[in-house]
């Protein structure tokens, strides 16, 4: 592939979703366009590409425009999947992700960010991270990942907002009784992959080279 039939990622690298999206790309082996994007100053390109503006998007090369992390990450793995992160789209590994990205998420933006929501009285945003972390905890008893004993889907849809979580504040989580939890947080961050898909890059600008990015590059 040419640089010119490559798709292009649009992403951020302190974004959840794009680290999930990322994660995938590397794994799959496939090749993009990087471009970083600085959310409070996103390129026109961007908001072309895709309305609603979020990250990541991934534009193919016929135009077709992917603007969901999860399907982005179907896409990559569908192509190539050398860990067969895919053998764990199982209906209950989808389920978890869904929890994940609905209510574990609502609970870790108001958690981080109380200043930014109404108070909704009842609601403990802490409290309701807290008992979705408990119920990985409980997964994790049988193996060191949430499906099996090596990562799929399902751990690397979901660890990137755990690790949100965890680092809001980390004396409240250093001190949280959940050790099969820590483990397969630290062993999927500290992988060379997470180290990888990390790497800083400045904001891309329109008169800037392409940046070919992939773990074949
Ligand atoms: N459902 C989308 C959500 C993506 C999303 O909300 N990304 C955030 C950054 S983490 C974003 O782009 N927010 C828009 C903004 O901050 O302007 C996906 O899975 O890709």
Redesign the pocket.
């Known amino acids: 592939m040419t640089a010119e039939t490559l798709p292009i990622l649009y992403t951020?690298r302190r974004?959840?979703?794009?680290m999930r999206a990322r994660m995938a790309l590397w794994a799959s082996g496939v090749k993009v366009i990087l471009r970083e994007v600085k959310?409070g100053d996103?390129p026109l390109a961007l908001r072309e590409a895709s309305p609603k503006?979020?990250?990541?998007v991934l534009v193919l090369p016929d135009g077709k425009v992917i603007?969901?992390?999860?399907e982005i990450m179907l896409w990559a793995l569908r192509k190539s999947d050398p860990d067969h992160w895919l053998d764990g789209e199982s209906p209950e590994a989808l389920t978890l992700i869904q929890r994940a990205d609905g209510e574990f998420k609502k609970a870790l933006d108001r958690f981080k960010y109380p200043e930014r929501f109404a108070e909704e009285p009842g609601y403990d945003a802490k409290a309701i991270g807290v008992q979705f972390l408990e119920e990985l905890e409980q997964r994790l008893e049988t193996n060191l990942f949430l499906f099996r004993k090596s990562p799929a889907l399902a751990d690397i849809a979901i660890f990137p907002f755990v690790r949100q979580f965890a680092n809001v504040d980390k004396n409240f989580y250093t001190a949280l009784d959940l050790p099969k939890l820590k483990l397969w947080l630290d062993t999927l961050t500290v992988s060379k992959e997470f180290e990888a898909i990390m790497t800083k890059f400045e904001p891309w600008k329109p008169e800037q080279d392409r940046l070919i990015w992939g773990s074949r590059v």
């Open positions: 951020f974004c959840p979703y794009a959310l996103k503006a979020t990250v990541p603007d969901e992390s999860f």
